[in-house]
Nanobody
């Protein structure tokens, strides 16, 4: 099970931190966890981190504004989002797969319910 939290309303230029907590069989010692967001063209990759030393990886639009981190012992992944723009508005989902990262949402079998981020003045 994956559960996101931390979404909300923020002004342009502001910051938010999203949290994804895993439970049950989703030990972060074995799982790649990605953040996707719902865009008009479909779900796009925001970031992805693996249990090992490779990555994290970010979508091209991030351009240094977002940082993902994880604590495997706490089964928690964070997405720190800075310099938010109105076009960052949308539902953000964490997704899990075994051990690796992909840039295609179809390759992640496990999903949270999402948390809504609204960037507006």
């Amino acid at each position: 099970q994956l559960e996101e939290s931390g979404g909300g309303l923020v002004q342009p230029g502001g910051s938010l931190t999203l949290t994804c907590v895993t439970s049950g069989d989703y030990s972060l010692h074995y799982w790649g966890i990605a953040w996707f967001r719902q865009a008009p063209a479909g779900r796009e990759l925001v970031s992805c981190s693996t249990p090992g030393d490779d990555g994290p990886y970010y979508g091209d639009f991030v351009k240094g504004r977002f940082t993902t981190s994880r604590d495997n012992a706490k089964n928690t992944v964070w997405l720190q989002m800075n310099e938010l723009k109105p076009e960052d508005t949308g539902n953000y989902y964490c997704a899990g797969t075994h051990g690796v990262c992909y840039d295609k949402w179809e390759l992640f079998p496990h999903w949270g319910q999402g948390t809504l981020v609204t960037v507006s003045s």
